[in-house]
């Protein structure tokens, strides 16, 4: 089981760490909840502009049940196949964790990307249906994001209008600044494209006034622990930031000698929302 584990941390360490935020969607899934034994619900939602997302809803294993929903918002490659591990932690854990892809990602529906962007409004558009849809599908439950790289400025992106239906947002490489970031990859000689004026995802990021949760990366050169500082100054004290040692998107590895994978992230996730939920 170690070896297993480990051979799965070198692949996600591969996959995440030196970012270079090009959108790059795989079609086929690597594995699926059933290949790990863990109970779910596949669903099909529909978007506003009438796209088929496909989400899978990860039953919280009955004995540890938080009473809380953690919707999943991935990077920018893959698909939510790539976190069946990191989801099947948190169920364990007692979280009920909703993963879907975006469009023209995994088995959604088909839709035209163009890789140089460093994110898509039409994504914020299929986090808002899955969040509509998971809130009245699952009641009486806390319900908050659980987002990581690209998947934070979909959050972000998305907030204002899903605001009314989220307690929380869990985000890992949050992007604060998607002119700094083009200007980062600008310097290394890769163009990076935004999707918008940058004020558009300003007055949308600005407005967040949820509990917010920044996990930050020492090793990260891009979404760095001093740009999320900088983010805390405008929210106020509803923001808290943690720094780990480690790479881009790595906090499922933090302290994997002393609790497995995952139980540093776990712990965070706990102390934070037993916080939030004291508030």
Request: hydrophobic content about 35%; aromatic content about 12%; overall charge negative.
């Amino acid at each position: 089981m170690k070896r297993i584990a480990s051979a799965f941390i070198l692949i996600i360490t591969l996959f995440q760490v030196n970012p270079v935020f090009a959108i790059n969607p795989d079609r086929e899934y690597i594995r699926t909840p059933d290949s790990v034994k863990w109970n779910y619900q596949q669903l099909d939602i529909q978007t506003s502009d009438g796209f088929r997302i496909n989400t899978w809803i990860y039953q919280a294993k009955p004995e540890n049940d938080k009473d809380t929903v953690l919707i999943l918002a991935y990077p920018d490659a893959g698909n939510m196949s790539y976190f069946v591990y990191h989801s099947m932690i948190l169920a364990n854990s007692g979280y009920t964790v909703v993963t879907f892809d975006y469009r023209g990602f995994g088995k959604s529906q088909d839709f035209e990307i163009q890789k140089e962007l460093l994110y898509y409004k039409e994504f914020a558009l299929d986090l808002e249906a899955v969040v509509e849809t998971i809130s009245k599908e699952i009641p009486n439950k806390k319900l908050g994001i659980w987002a990581m790289s690209m998947g934070t400025t979909i959050a972000s992106r998305a907030y204002p209008q899903i605001k009314d239906h989220i307690d929380f947002i869990i985000g890992e490489g949050f992007v604060t600044d998607p002119d700094g970031i083009v200007g980062y990859y600008r310097q290394q000689g890769k163009e990076i494209l935004l999707p918008e004026n940058s004020s558009e995802f300003k007055k949308s990021i600005e407005s967040i006034d949820c509990p917010l949760l920044i996990l930050t990366a020492s090793n990260d050169d891009v979404t760095t622990h001093n740009s999320a500082l900088k983010f805390q100054e405008k929210l106020g004290t509803n923001c808290s930031i943690i720094q780990y040692e480690g790479d881009h998107l790595t906090g499922f590895q933090v302290d994997y000698d002393n609790k497995g994978f995952g139980g540093w992230f776990v712990d965070q996730v706990d102390r934070f929302l037993g916080k939030a939920t004291a508030c």
